[in-house]
């Protein structure tokens, strides 16, 4: 390799752990910058921006995930249907008990980038409610946040 190049990885080249992370008692805001780092592959000394370097995370119990401060009571998730008057709110504390997949995945997708880059990696993470996953196959490495 030529010292005065600079180095770029090519997507086909990288290789790609899958990790587990436990999320009962972790915040949600460090959690998610520690995936959306893994997920993107800032991790490792091959990054290149345009392309998809990271690796896959796989998150269990995403319904023991916890908020510091008053953000459960008064947090709100806020999406818009398209119609006059269509702003639905919905606070933290309902959507963490009848969807907590939902609460990771758009803390996640926040961080990662605006384009198509961003909408594969965000396809690399895997939630699940419980201490479950269906991935035993990749023989994915535990991973301590």
């Keep these: 390799m030529d010292p005065n190049k600079t180095f770029m990885a090519k997507e086909e080249e990288v ?3 899958w990790y587990v992370i436990d999320g009962a008692g972790k915040v949600v805001g460090r959690l998610a910058s520690e995936i959306a ?3 993107r592959g800032k991790h490792k000394p091959i990054f290149t921006p345009h392309c998809d370097t990271g690796d896959f995370v796989i998150v ?4 023991k995930l916890k908020f510091t401060g008053k953000k459960l009571d008064q947090k709100l998730y806020r999406h818009h249907t398209g119609f006059i008057g ?3 709110e919905i606070p933290a504390k309902t959507v963490l ?3 907590p997949r939902d609460i990771l995945f758009r803390a996640v997708k926040g961080m ?4 198509s880059l ?3 990696q965000l396809k690399k993470l895997k939630v699940f409610v ?3 996953h269906k991935h035993r196959a990749q023989k994915p490495e535990k991973l301590e946040i």
Excluded: F, I, M, S
């Excluded at 269990?60 to 319904?63: C, H, L, S, T, Y």
């Excluded at 990662?112 to 384009?115: E, G, H, M, S, Y």
């Design 118 to 120: 961003g909408r594969r």
């Design 60 to 63: 269990v119990n995403a319904e």
């Design 97 to 99: 008990e009848k969807k």
């Design 15 to 17: 290789d790609k752990k």
């Design 112 to 115: 990662l980038p605006k384009n």
């Design 37 to 39: 780092t893994r997920l």
């Design 130 to 132: 419980g201490p479950e």
């Design 86 to 88: 269509g702003l639905k």
